[in-house]
């Protein structure tokens, strides 16, 4: 507690950061929709021009707690020093701390580095009941204007080839979240938001931390996710079948979309000899053009009236081109999966043409697959796994188990809906998700994407969120780690 209160002392005295309770919520915030059940409790107030204002309220209520707490901002990043990974360790970086007396209570950190800022809550007893993640965006790598970004996205969105019998497409966050288009069925199903059994089994046993609950309809996510985004919990169907929502009806054949986050990589981190963390601008930057494909229902290898266990709600897969600093694009990374699964290519037997992991495999521009001039990004059936050729996929374990198999490509492609070649191919709007500036305001951008928790309620010991807060966002830095694996396209197309 002594280096706690040493901490709050050091950084209230500072310029840049500042404490207070006053009630200061924004008028158009004040409009948006609040749940009367569950009021707003950690709200993202401001998040621009180089700055964090985040609003507490509500958590002495639901935690029961004393009159204060604590809280600490720190910013963690990964330092990569040699490429091949075996000499890196995570910088911590303390940002602010202070001691919450009052609810509601203001707190206003600087941004001066581009990634997550970790907002941690611990009662008296330095128990942690709430870590929240914010995304945020230094004014320093933020220099390139709407309409580049717009021109930019638009110049490099890919034509997305579906697998044959796909049941489920990308599409617009309205109608994933039931704004458009409207199910009241659906609108009416329970759903909550919870921290208790995010870790399966043994591990829960020993998980610290005060628990809890918020209960809510779907019709409600856009009340309850801009308010209660700890980044220890999970979105559940509250459905004692979770596999009967009807989300999974929920096809986006009519409101297809393909979304664009554009990251400016200008400052880069580096241990010096005497292990001093300093940051210094890029010899050579890079630009990162991020497409992000949302669907309501993951079949895996099941169907929408037959989902398998594997199945879940809700799921998000992504693409990234890579520009030089003359603008011109170096190389394509393809996202399928979870980091710490072993993908693997099968050929027709069943036996494994190349297997990688990480989450992510690359390719060098010349060798990238193009549909009539466009990057072609080929999705799995069910699970919507991104990558280069049609072909049959598996999630792997060891060297003989192939836990999904999973056909990609084969069935309809999709194009941009302003490119002169889509013909009679259906066409998905491009849109902007806006991840760098995302606040819990609805009407600045998807206040949804404030949820820093995860999203996706996958089988197994591994949750997933949604962007801002996959490492193609959250560590966009090192996304591009020299480590990932490099797809051999060539042994693919010999034996596909």
């Given at each position: ?36 059940k569950n009021p707003p409790a950690f709200t993202v ?451 596909k």
């Amino acid at each position: 507690m002594k280096k706690f209160i040493l901490l709050a002392a050091v950084f209230l005295v500072s310029a840049c950061t500042s404490f207070d309770n006053q009630n200061r919520y924004p008028s158009n915030i004040a409009q948006c929709p609040i749940s009367e059940k569950n009021p707003p409790a950690f709200t993202v107030l401001e998040n621009k021009n180089g700055k964090i204002k985040i609003q507490l309220n509500n958590f002495t209520k639901l935690f029961d707690l004393s009159d204060s707490y604590n809280v600490k901002v720190t910013f963690e990043d990964l330092i990569i020093q040699d490429a091949d990974g075996s000499n890196s360790f995570t910088n911590v970086t303390d940002v602010a701390a202070v001691t919450v007396s009052k609810e509601p209570f203001i707190v206003e950190v600087p941004v001066t580095r581009s990634g997550i800022y970790n907002f941690t809550l611990s009662d008296d007893g330095d128990k942690v009941f709430w870590k929240q993640k914010v995304f945020a965006i230094d004014p320093e790598e933020n220099t390139i204007s709407k309409e580049e970004r717009e021109m930019l996205a638009q110049k490099y969105a890919p034509v997305m080839e579906m697998s044959a019998g796909e049941e489920t497409y990308p599409a617009t966050l309205e109608y994933i979240f039931n704004k458009t288009e409207t199910d009241p069925q659906l609108n009416a199903e329970p759903f909550l938001i919870t921290n208790k059994n995010t870790q399966s089994g043994f591990l829960n046993m020993f998980s610290r931390g005060h628990k809890f609950t918020v209960n809510f309809n779907y019709g409600e996510f856009d009340k309850v996710l801009p308010y209660y985004g700890n980044a220890d919990s999970v979105i559940k169907s509250g459905l004692s079948n979770d596999k009967e929502t009807r989300l999974r009806f929920r096809s986006g054949k009519n409101h297809l979309a393909v979304y664009y986050s554009v990251f400016e990589h200008k400052k880069t981190t580096f241990v010096t000899r005497d292990k001093t963390v300093k940051v210094v601008p890029m010899p050579s930057p890079y630009i990162y053009i991020n497409y992000h494909f949302f669907y309501a229902f993951d079949t895996k290898n099941g169907t929408i009236n037959k989902p398998v266990a594997a199945a879940h709600i809700l799921d998000r897969e992504s693409l990234t081109v890579v520009l030089n600093k003359s603008r011109q694009p170096v190389f394509v990374i393809y996202g399928a999966h979870l980091a710490n699964q072993l993908m693997a290519q099968l050929d027709s037997s069943g036996s494994r043409i190349q297997e990688w992991k990480g989450g992510r495999a690359y390719l060098n521009m010349p060798k990238v697959p193009t549909e009539n001039g466009r990057i072609l990004a080929v999705a799995a059936k069910g699970s919507h796994g991104i990558y280069p050729v049609k072909g049959m996929y598996a999630v792997a374990l060891g060297e003989n188990i192939s836990l999904l198999k999973e056909p990609a490509g084969g069935g309809e492609k999709l194009y941009p809906a302003f490119d002169a070649n889509a013909g009679q191919n259906p066409k998905y709007k491009l849109l902007p998700l806006g991840l760098e500036n995302v606040t819990s305001n609805c009407n600045e951008g998807y206040s949804l994407l404030a949820y820093s928790g995860a999203v996706v309620d996958v089988l197994g010991p591994t949750n997933a969120a949604f962007p801002p807060f996959t490492d193609r966002e959250g560590d966009y830095k090192n996304y591009t780690d020299p480590n990932m694996y490099m797809f051999d396209i060539d042994k693919a197309m010999k034996t596909k």
